[in-house]
Structure formats: structure tokens, C-alpha cells
Nanobody, 116 residues
Framework: QVRLVESGGGLVQAGGSLRLSCEAS????????TAWYRQAPGKQRELVSS???????TYADSVKGRFTISEDNAKNTVYLQMNSLKPEDTAVYYC??????????WGQGTQVTVSS
């Protein structure tokens, strides 16, 4: 029903920046929340940030002040601007979307690698 495609990952040195994009297609009218998760090697997948249809946002404490989530409804795209990147930010970043009941839609992931 919904397809999510992430882009924007890459290799960056500590202190650098990247902007991730998550473009949605399909039956997206029912999406009320979109989130970014990440999973580092050997670690659990964790919630990084989320944004609701109304624009309310959340951030993990580890990224607060450095990352910013935003949306462009005309482009059906959610962004994650990542500044002051640290090696511990290295992970595969996944886009996730759904509603308050469930969030079943996932993107394929995009690799972010931060070198020290």
C-alpha cells in the first residue's frame, strides 16, 4: 500500500553533515506519523526521530540539538538533517510510517558512516 524509499546516506567525517530523505508513494493519505530509526552493527534498532502529520516532533536524547526532522507534503517526503555527526551515529537508517495504531511501512535503509 505504501512504499518508502530512503536516500542521502554516505560517508562523512566526524563533525560533518548529511541530509536523509524518505519519499513515500502509494496510499499515503492514512499516514499520520513518520519516523527515522537506526541500527548499528551488534545493536538494537532505535528510534531517532519522528514527526506527525501536524508537525509535532520527537528526538532521541542522543541526537537532540544535532538532528532536525522535517516534511515537505508537496513532495511526500520527510527529511532528517544530521549535523555535528559523531562516529556513534554510524548505522543503517530506516524510514518508518503508519498511524497511531501501527507503523507497518519500512524503507530499505540507507547507510550512514561517520569516521573519526
Amino acid at each position: 500500500q505504501v512504499r518508502l524509499v530512503e536516500s542521502g546516506g554516505g560517508l562523512v567525517q566526524a563533525g560533518g553533515s548529511l541530509r536523509l530523505s524518505c519519499e513515500a508513494s502509494g496510499f499515503i493519505s492514512g499516514i499520520t506519523i513518520t519516523a527515522w530509526y537506526r541500527q548499528a552493527p551488534g545493536k538494537q534498532r532505535e528510534l531517532v526521530s519522528s514527526i506527525t502529520r501536524g508537525g509535532a516532533t520527537t528526538y532521541a536524547d542522543s541526537v537532540k540539538g544535532r538532528f532536525t526532522i522535517s516534511e515537505d507534503n508537496a513532495k511526500n517526503t520527510v527529511y532528517l538533517q544530521m549535523n555535528s555527526l559523531k562516529p556513534e551515529d554510524t548505522a543503517v537508517y530506516y524510514c518508518n510510517a503508519g498511524n497511531t495504531l501501527r507503523t507497518p511501512y519500512w524503507g530499505q535503509g540507507t547507510q550512514v558512516t561517520v569516521s573519526s
